[in-house]
């Protein structure tokens, strides 16, 4: 053993000693797999490069030139014939026969779709939500609503879905506000895509419009006024929307929402853009469920 | 085997092009392919919309918000649709970013609205309450540079052949006669917000920049094209 190697064993031993050190005075819990194979890591990296170092530094100081050397030279500066170790040389050969196999074989050129795999992914994802959630029961149905409403709807809803402030509807508050009936009444409405068709506007005036309005805007409690009866040709004697041929009036329910998500709305309060290409049926359903229940029913 | 090559300086620098050419049509050709052309009934930037997109790069939101949604379900599912080379034909350069500190924007025009850009631009807690975005309540006041965005849209037309009309060409008084068409635009936006000065800026004929960008933000997204819109 030479003094080169004793001076790198103690260097070693004290780069264990240092990292054993850290790891005391740390605290690591050494239970922890992670943390002892970290360890253990730090441990060979000290060991390897000094083991790496020493023998350089050996070779440096006893190897002298040989081997043939090459025909050219610049300025007197010539280079030895280094052939390639026979290992490389075959690893080499080797990288490129996998090469062609990947091309025509493996994985041919243009062979695979990010696209493709998309689709399928989401066919794959779809199927199996749909069979999980087909015969949901309410209260799954009320957490996956919130989790949707929270994502897609509380931006401008508010998260408590209060319509921050007057910005949006209030499912809160529940009930469509008088204005906004009187705004319907007097410009129709052909948003919506039901089957009954386009609302003609100014189907009401002046009082008999503000009775409508007071009417439909207080829960549709109490005596119904005469007026009302221009809203139930189309929406029902109960305002329920005729078992949805018009929007329902009365309630929030399943299909009033659906048509809402998919058409986007367009009232007294300002523009909602339709989200018909974000929601499936089964999440639609658990959207109402969920915004039926902010009424606190 | 190649001793020859290396004491020949000129044939090596021939292999060398060679290499490093071939790398580089790698990478170019296929910006050349077709999946880089406009997709189907993609329309060009109205001049408003480029004035609204370099507000949205003089603010530097491409720091916190991406434009690429990646065709993965996690993020179609937030985002909408995932993008297509084609979309991004007439960006100038695109606006892809690279971190989202926000959200993904490239579909925003489908699911807001002018009102809620506006609450969201002068006090983004006012809409989202757990927001970090900082407000842009300059925006309001600062005047757009729409001469800048026209001299871009003529720029592209002759360059590029950005497919504009006939009204849109060089020189001053092109630009003047085409105003009066930025100036409708812009106030339909304003028409939609609620902040007064905004509207009082818009009709004495100047283009606050949080319109431009309002009618930008609205722009990205399927909105751009009618192809694909469901009836």
Known sequence: MNALMAKGLLFAAILIGATIYVVNSMHIDLSDPINLITMIGAIAIAVLTVGVSIKYINQMKTDSASGELAEENWDGIGEYKNELPSGWAFSFLGTMIWAMWYWTMGYPVNAFSQIGQYNEEVKAYNAKFEATNKNADAATLQQMGESIFLVQCAPCHGTTGDGLSGKAHDFVDGRISKKQVLAVIKNGSNQLGYQMGAMPPMMAQGKDAEDIATYVAGGMKGKQPAAFAACASCHGADGKGMNGMAANIADYDENLITHVVKHGKKGAIGTMPAFHDRMTPIQIKALATYIKSLRGE | ?231
């Open chain 2, 1 to 231: 085997m190649f001793h020859w090559l290396e004491k020949n300086p000129f044939f090596f620098a021939v292999g060398v092009f060679l290499v490093i050419a071939f790398a580089g049509l790698v990478e170019i050709l296929p910006n050349f392919a077709e999946a880089s052309r406009p997709v189907a009934g993609l329309r060009p930037y109205t001049v408003l919309e480029l004035a609204g997109k370099e507000v949205y790069k003089k603010d530097n939101c491409i720091a916190c918000h991406s434009q690429l949604i990646r065709p993965f379900k996690a993020e179609t599912d937030r985002y909408g649709q995932y993008s297509l080379s084609g979309e991004y034909a007439y960006d100038r350069p695109f606006l892809w970013g690279s971190k989202r500190t926000g959200p993904d924007l490239h579909r925003v025009g489908n699911y807001r609205t002018t009102d809620w850009h506006e609450n969201h631009m002068w006090e983004p807690t006012s809409v989202v309450p757990g927001s970090i975005m900082p407000a842009y309540k300059h925006q309001f006041t600062n005047t757009a540079d729409i001469a800048t965005a026209y001299a871009e849209a003529v720029t592209v037309k002759n360059v590029f052949h950005v497919p504009y009309g006939d009204d849109i060409k060089a020189g001053e008084k092109a630009f003047d006669a085409y105003k009066p068409k930025i100036l409708a635009e812009a106030k339909k936006v304003a028409d939609q917000m609620k902040n007064k000065d905004v509207k009082d800026m818009v009709a004495a004929g100047k283009v606050p920049e949080v319109v431009a960008l309002i009618s930008y933000l609205n722009s990205l997204g399927r909105s751009r094209y009618e192809a694909n819109k469901v009836k």
